[in-house]
């Protein structure tokens, strides 16, 4: 399964920015789909994720200002960070679990640089 992640950026405090991650290859399922981030000097930590059922969960540090959905359709997912904050800056991966003829599969992105600076 390969992820191919879009929308990287710099970005002004305050200003929004669309990341996207789409899924390709060969699967029977996918499961939960999300987005980590790693900052400067960070361990990788969970933003927002969603569930085959569309359940979300999101950091406590992104609650209200990030939304994440999926489009199960195309086999994408999509964080919309609105009010970005300087300790945003980070680089953000998409990640995906399924299931690939019979076997679990747990697959990440090569990663994508959110700057957030004035």
């Known amino acids: 399964v390969q992820l191919v992640e879009s929308g990287r950026g710099l970005v002004q405090p305050g200003g929004s920015l669309r990341l996207s991650c789409a899924a390709s290859?060969?699967?029977?399922?996918?499961?939960?789909m999300g987005w980590y981030r790693q900052g400067p000097g960070k361990q990788r930590e969970l933003v927002a994720e969603i569930t085959g059922g569309s359940s979300t969960r999101y950091a406590d540090s992104v609650k209200g200002r990030f939304t994440i959905s999926r489009d199960n359709a195309n086999f994408m997912l999509v964080l919309q960070m609105n009010s970005l904050k300087p300790e945003d800056t980070a680089v953000y991966y998409c990640?995906?679990?399924?299931?690939?003829?019979?076997?679990?599969?747990?697959?990440w992105g090569q990663g994508t640089q959110v700057t957030v600076s004035s």
């Open positions: 990640n995906v679990r399924g299931v690939r003829l019979g076997v679990p599969f747990d697959s």
């Open positions: 290859g060969s699967f029977s399922r996918i499961s939960d």
